[in-house]
């Protein structure tokens, strides 16, 4: 029978962070300019010019770090990586080696409702490179203005079991990121970017298989599509008895295959040393100390709060996300709307609307959380019933109104007023005597008068008023 | 006893990118096997102990204000590029890489 | 008019200062000197005489409204090629350069022009400052203005032959392991190399970034002092300049008039090894006899890790320059193949043909001590040794105020005595590398002359920020001797 293989995936995410300059240099790190249109003479590394770090850059790496609960070094270096590229105007990268600036910690999430805590070998920080355009005719185009814009790279350890655990933990890091707010985690754009290392192992045993290193999935989906078909072919060569080779794959999300990068005939040296234009950034308790304090609640704070308050794990999931679903959340619940009614109609109707929840957060978001919380408040206390709100959410969202405005407009409260209902059904009774009669022998016909009484209340009345009227007068 | 052989100088010469006739292959081999032999007198100096000094000058790292300056104008980026399109740098066609289009973020290719 | 020859730039910034003479009139006379004698010595890659005459104009301008034409009003000066200047084609030398026109400004030359300065044009040097001769210039040779068979030494060989020819009344350069301070005592001219990080280095090309120090030529003392205070000073745009204070350079060098009663000089015996010319020993202990009549106390000192200094620089320089020339690659600026069918044959041809045979020989050496495998046996051995020979500058100085020495071992050499033995040239180095791998300063004067005619240069090294005291005992042995009053034969 074929070996019970485990798998075993470690994770490597580049992180774009949202700064307005670059990591070294003053021109705009905003993506989408004109090509090569935002450089400058450092980043296009031209001769005699030299690095400046960002302020902001390094802040926000010590935030992502803390969200991650690593350890930040008070002294970290920065250091050269060599290699010739076109889009890599120095011929050697500004990163980190030995001494990063982020250590340990964890990206924590939950599979199945399952918490998992994948560990952290490091978090450092470094510079974007330019983008090459392949073109036709034998030429290729160089476009820097991509050069530059800082990085956190975030090294994970060979904690992953699955594709779609792999998918789950790049899914949490971008929530991380967005709540604080460092950065956009676009995979799309490339402003996040991950690549796997994949092997495979008997289950039970110690030592790793031979790995593969997985690039080019720019996706949820390619993360857990190009993880789950490299891990096929490397179980369909292992029962073969085969060997795997140590290689970069890069996924082709067209043909669904992971395919071996033209191998280099050299092996890479980096000859990384340290970078000679920048001393050790230290950075200080009391630096630490601030920035800690500027840290939102985080996803997992936000998840044990709601739990606490009485949410399913699920809702409590779902919410939590994104920030601004959760902010949301959390504004309808101050106005006063009930935490599980709040949910329902945020999960059901509000997410159900948008593409991107961020949505949710932007100012002109046509249902502002005070406006849901009024109209769970009036199903509430019975003046819309289910059906009703619902309507009017639908015309709040379409026409930017209201619900209190569009339910006198239109008169759609419900009559609990008894005088006026009693005499609907007594209206209705008289108009039906056949059935009035075979009402004892027959309850099921209660159905029928509740039906005809809604009818003649135009679907204002409270059926559960209706009920007791007309068990009343029938019995 | 030589340091360093001709195959050797031959590949360091593919990591630095640098086409050598034979000639420099074999002047640069005795070059650099002399000047490896003159500071193989350092292994004598003891340094267990001594903390690399990278920086001749030591304080540390400042930091500027995340402040966007004007950027070279799309002219003067590419003024002095040897091969341009447009306004992109031009070089012979790049065997897609990681990514297809990047290098950082991912390694090259 | 003024004497052009021989004329220092404070007495010509003074004079531009005071109204005695115009700003335009001091530039036309250089501009005519370069004209009539450069061809002989080849100083200038380029002569910006459109530019200068702009900037001697403006300077005048200013003196007119009454405005402060700044502290080098009209002072002619030229830049070695190393220093980035917007608009002006800027190559180190180097045929992988050729036709580079950067968009920005170094902050140094930047400063200079603020102050008045005029610069005349670009000056002559060693490839990517690579050497001690100004023979490895892509372009041309420079001549020592004192013997024409002689070099200039280098790599700032341009600028030392240019002040020393008066074709400039003072220069910029850049001094990785003395190439501010052998030129500057093989042309009979001053020169100094300040603290690391005193003077930033943007905008001014990198050959090995931790050991890089620009710095000023000047034909005496005061002058050097006169462009240090204005080039010197912290930068926003570079990360290792010094926030610290600049000194009152110029008072320091005037103090030394005064004498140097309560000044110790420390003398290491490492300094003074078998090898050294015989005249050369000679000339620098004179001086040390007269530094000591001027008040001074002599002391003795010791720098034990001296032997290890040049293999140490190399290990460091080589590493760094490997680095900094990765970015030569035909694609953004410089020279590109005119063959490159593939990628790899852009990057290999391109840096092939692009760079001359020193620059190459670094880049594999500096690539081969950073290998993996590699790295800690060759260049954190050096950086650790570098730690070493800095604390024994710091050992000393608890005992005496600077450091004297010869700045050369040897006077100026012949073309192509050396150029054939990388080895040897680089044992040249063996009494300016220290003060670099240490960072502190060191600065270089006239203390003599061979029996054939060739300068012979002191070196006077101060603890870190320690620029005063050079400036002070400079201006002592100056003021109490005429070498810096020597003019170099000029063609009629
Ligand atoms: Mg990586
Ligand atoms: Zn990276």
Redesign the pocket.
């Known amino acids: 029978m074929a070996t019970d293989w485990e798998v075993v995936i470690g994770l ?1 995410v ?1 992180v774009q962070l949202a700064t307005r300059s670059k990591i070294f240099s003053w021109s705009s790190a905003a993506f989408g300019a004109e090509p090569n249109a935002s450089t400058d003479p450092v980043c296009l590394g031209m001769p005699g010019t030299l690095p400046v770090l960002n302020r902001s850059a390094v802040e926000s790496a010590v935030r992502l770090g803390m969200a991650a609960g690593c350890k930040i070094r008070t002294r970290c270096r920065f250091a050269r990586k060599h290699y010739f590229y076109p889009d890599l105007p120095k011929g050697f ?1 500004i ?1 980190q080696f030995d001494e990063p600036i982020c250590e340990g910690g964890a990206i924590k999430f939950r599979l199945k409702g399952e918490p998992r805590a994948i560990r952290l070998t490091r978090i450092h920080m ?1 510079e974007d490179a330019g983008k090459n355009l392949h073109a036709a005719a034998g030429v290729s185009f160089v476009d820097y203005n991509r050069a530059g814009v800082p ?1 956190c ?1 975030i090294v994970s350890e060979p904690d992953v079991r699955s594709a779609e655990e792999a998918a789950e933990y790049v899914r949490a890091v971008r929530t991380l990121v967005r709540y604080l707010g460092i950065g956009d985690g676009n995979m799309e754009e490339g402003s996040l970017r991950c690549d796997a290392n994949v092997s495979l192992r008997p289950r039970g045993s110690e030592k790793y298989g031979t790995k593969t290193e997985i690039k080019n999935m720019n996706s949820f989906k390619n993360v857990r599509d190009a993880i789950e078909h490299e891990v096929k072919r490397q179980a369909t060569l292992l029962d073969r008895g085969e060997r795997i080779i140590q290689e970069t794959r890069l996924w082709d999300a067209a043909r669904g295959v992971t395919q071996a990068m033209r191998s280099k005939e050299q092996a890479h040296d980096y000859r990384y040393f340290p970078e000679p234009d920048l001393p050790p950034l230290v950075v200080t308790e009391l630096e630490q100390v601030a920035l800690r304090a500027s840290l939102p609640e985080l996803p997992e704070d936000r998840f044990a709060r709601y739990t606490s308050e009485g949410l399913s794990p699920q809702d409590a999931g779902v919410l939590v996300a994104d920030r601004e679903t959760a902010a949301y959340f959390d504004a309808a619940v101050a106005a006063g709307a009930p935490a599980k009614r709040a949910a329902n109609w945020l999960i059901n109707e509000l997410l159900a609307r948008v593409d991107d929840p961020r949505a949710l957060g932007e100012a002109n978001c046509p249902v502002p959380p005070t406006a849901l919380a009024e109209l769970v408040k009036l199903v509430e206390d019975g003046t819309l019933s289910g059906k009703l709100g619902k309507d009017v959410f639908g015309k709040m969202w379409s026409e930017r109104r209201a619900a209190k405005e569009i339910v006198a407009a239109e008169g759609l409260a419900q009559v609990s007023d008894g005088g006026a209902l009693e005499e609907a059904c007594k209206r209705v009774i008289a108009a039906h005597p056949g059935e009035a009669g075979r009402f004892k022998e027959n309850p099921k016909l209660m159905g029928f008068f509740v039906g005809a009484v809604m009818k003649e209340t135009g679907g204002k009345g409270n059926p559960k008023a209706v009920n007791e009227i007309l068990r009343r007068l029938l019995g | 006893m030589s340091r360093i052989t001709p195959e050797e100088v031959r590949e360091l010469a593919v990591l630095a990118r640098l086409a050598l006739s034979d000639q420099e292959v074999a002047r640069m081999t005795g070059d650099l096997d002399a000047i490896l032999d003159y500071v193989d007198a350092m292994r004598e100096l003891d340094t267990t102990g001594v903390e690399p000094m990278t920086h001749a000058v030591p304080f540390d790292c400042p930091l500027r204000a995340d402040q966007v300056a004007p950027s070279l104008s799309v002219e003067e980026a590419l003024r002095n590029a040897p091969r341009r399109e447009a306004s992109f740098f031009q070089v012979p066609r790049i065997v897609p890489g990681p990514g297809g289009a990047s290098s ?3 390694d090259e290719p | 008019m003024i004497a052009a020859r021989g004329a220092s730039l404070v007495a010509i910034a003074d004079g531009v200062r005071a109204g005695t003479v115009g700003a335009r009139e001091v530039t036309e006379q250089f501009l005519d000197r370069v004209a009539r004698l450069d061809g002989g010595l080849g100083c200038f890659l380029k002569v910006d005489a459109e530019g200068a005459r702009r900037r001697a104009d403006a300077v005048d301008a200013a003196r007119k409204a009454g405005r402060d034409p700044g502290p080098l009003a009209g002072a002619p000066i030229g830049i070695k090629d190393i220093f980035c200047t917007r608009g002006i084609e800027t190559t180190c030398a180097s045929k992988i350069l050729r036709g580079f026109v950067p968009p920005y400004e170094s902050t140094v030359t930047a400063r200079l022009e603020a102050a008045g300065a005029v610069a005349l044009g670009k000056l002559n040097m060693d490839e990517f400052a690579m050497g001690s001769s100004t023979e490895n210039s892509s372009a041309k040779p420079t001549r020592n203005p004192w013997s024409p068979a002689h070099v200039p030494g280098g790599s700032s060989g341009g600028s030392a032959a240019a002040v020393a020819a008066s074709l400039c009344a003072g220069a910029t350069g850049t001094d990785t392991g003395g190439s501010i301070r052998q030129p500057a005592a093989l042309c009979g001219v001053v020169g100094m190399k300040p603290t690391y990080g005193r003077v930033s280095r943007y905008g001014v090309i990198a050959f090995a970034s931790s050991l890089d120090h620009p710095g000023p030529f000047g034909r005496t003392v005061e002058d050097a002092a006169a462009l240090l205070e204005v080039m010197a000073g912290v930068d926003p745009l570079d990360a290792t300049s010094i926030p610290a204070a600049v000194g009152g350079y110029r008072q320091a060098a005037r103090a030394g008039r005064e004498g140097l009663a309560g000044v110790r000089l420390g003398v290491p015996t490492e300094y003074f090894q078998p090898g050294m010319d015989a005249e050369v020993e000679g000339a620098v202990r004179a001086a040390l006899d007269e530094l000591g009549r001027a008040g001074a106390k002599i002391v003795p000192v010791s720098l034990p890790h001296t032997k290890y200094a040049i293999a140490t620089y190399y290990l460091i320089c080589t590493a760094e320059a490997s680095s900094n020339l990765a970015r030569y690659d035909g694609v953004r600026y410089g020279h590109r193949t005119a063959e490159a069918k593939s990628l790899e044959e852009l990057y290999t041809k391109t840096r092939g043909e692009g760079f001359g045979t020193e620059p190459k020989r670094r880049i594999m050496l500096g690539a081969y001590v950073l290998r993996a495998g590699y790295y800690e046996a060759y260049y954190g051995k050096a950086l650790r040794a570098r730690r070493k020979i800095a604390d024994d500058f710091a050992a000393a100085f608890s005992t005496c105020d600077a450091i004297v020495t010869p700045t050369s071992p040897v006077p100026a050499f012949k073309f192509g005595e050396r150029i054939g033995d990388p080895l040897q040239m680089y044992l040249a180095d063996i009494l300016t590398v220290a003060p670099n791998l240490a960072g502190i300063p060191a600065l270089s004067q006239p203390c003599g002359f061979t029996k054939s005619g060739l300068p012979i240069g002191l070196q006077i090294i101060g603890p870190a920020l320690g620029e005063e005291i050079c400036f002070r005992v400079g201006g002592a042995y100056e003021s109490r001797t005429d070498w810096h009053t020597r003019l170099a034969p000029e063609a009629a």
Do not use: T
Request: proline content about 0%; hydrophobic content about 20%; overall charge negative.
């Open positions: 490597e580049h990268q990163s470094e990085l790279e | 950082a973020g991912e």
